[in-house]
Nanobody
Framework: QVPLVESGGDLVQPGGSLRLTCAPSGRTFSMNTMAWFRQAPGKEREFVTATRRSGGTIWYLDSIKGRFTLSRDNAKNAMYLQMNNLKPEDTATYYC????????????????????WGQGTQVTVSS
């Protein structure tokens, strides 16, 4: 059973908005750090944004700052990604990831540091 489940991906026109959701599939585990990554065809998986359960700093990929907003609901172990002013270059499969550790700034952007992943949700931005 995949530990995390993403939803909300869709086909949207440039300038449009989407809201992605990530939640555990049923298993219970510590998700002290949660993150979104994305992967476009033929490219490596790319860090998008992350936050820790304790709150505080939210890390963002430079190209999405001001357009994407990460939030989480600790009571539900859920995480959301509000994506506004979408661009064709945002087209990718978006993955939710969680780590049982409180990752630090130097490691929070690296996929191998995450323990649990979802199967991904497709976001396509095209006219």
């Amino acid at each position: 059973q995949v530990p995390l489940v993403e939803s909300g991906g869709d086909l949207v026109q440039p300038g449009g908005s989407l809201r992605l959701t990530c939640a555990p599939s049923g298993r219970t585990f510590s998700m002290n750090t949660m993150a979104w990554f994305r992967q476009a065809p033929g490219k490596e998986r790319e860090f998008v944004t992350a936050t820790r359960r304790s709150g505080g700093t939210i890390w963002y990929l430079d190209s999405i700052k001001g357009r994407f907003t990460l939030s989480r609901d600790n009571a539900k172990n859920a995480m959301y990604l509000q994506m506004n002013n979408l661009k064709p270059e945002d087209t990718a499969t978006y993955y939710c990831a969680a780590s049982e550790r409180n990752l630090i700034a130097s490691s929070i952007r690296l996929p191998p540091n995450y323990d649990y992943w979802g199967q991904g949700t497709q976001v396509t931005v095209s006219s």
